[in-house]
């Protein structure tokens, strides 16, 4: 397994906001579409069929005057779920590792690094926030993907 240069990541993503601010040396960065809280618990089991996501609230960002194209979520301690803009469309045989930006981590709050096999709208994280809160404004960039393919494909 290699991984790709950021301009590879690009050709196989979509929904950025910015490519020249987005786009780095091996990977993309990611931007809050939607941010939300669990309010039930969803359930696991070995073959899937008795699986269920959590319910979520989803939250508003609240804008400082109506004049802002972008509002803010203000999030208190503890446990959200993330969701991203952008999505990546890998070849046969690939992984895509997400880790948190290092603005967030700075920032006072993180997420799991994980690897999925896809990108897209169904994708979402945990976002934990310390006890300082965190502020988060519409389109941030939270996270950073990476996309590591079989090194005999052909057309990477």
Not at 12 to 17: D, H, K, N, V, Y
Not at 35 to 63: H, I, M, Q
Not at 90 to 111: C, D, F, T, W
Not at 138 to 152: C, G, I, P, T
Request: overall charge negative; glycine content about 10%; aromatic content about 6%.
């Amino acid at each position: 397994m290699v991984f790709m240069k950021g301009t590879e990541i690009l050709s196989l993503s979509a929904g950025l906001i910015s490519e020249k601010k987005q786009v780095g040396s091996f990977s993309v960065d990611l931007t809050v579409r939607s941010l939300s809280r669990a309010s039930t618990g969803g359930s696991l089991d070995f073959g899937g069929g008795e699986y269920t996501e959590a319910e979520a609230v989803n939250l508003e960002p609240e804008k400082s005057s109506p004049e802002e194209p972008y509002g803010w979520w203000r999030l208190e301690h503890g446990n959200y779920l993330v969701r991203f803009n952008e999505s990546i469309s890998l070849p046969a045989k690939g992984l895509i590792m997400i880790v948190p930006h290092e603005r967030l981590l700075a920032a006072g709050g993180s997420h799991p690094a994980v690897f999925v096999e896809r990108l897209d709208q169904s994708i979402c994280l945990p976002l934990q926030v310390g006890p300082e809160g965190l502020a988060v404004k519409e389109n941030a960039r939270l996270s950073k993907a990476a996309v590591s393919v079989d090194a005999s494909q052909e057309d990477v």
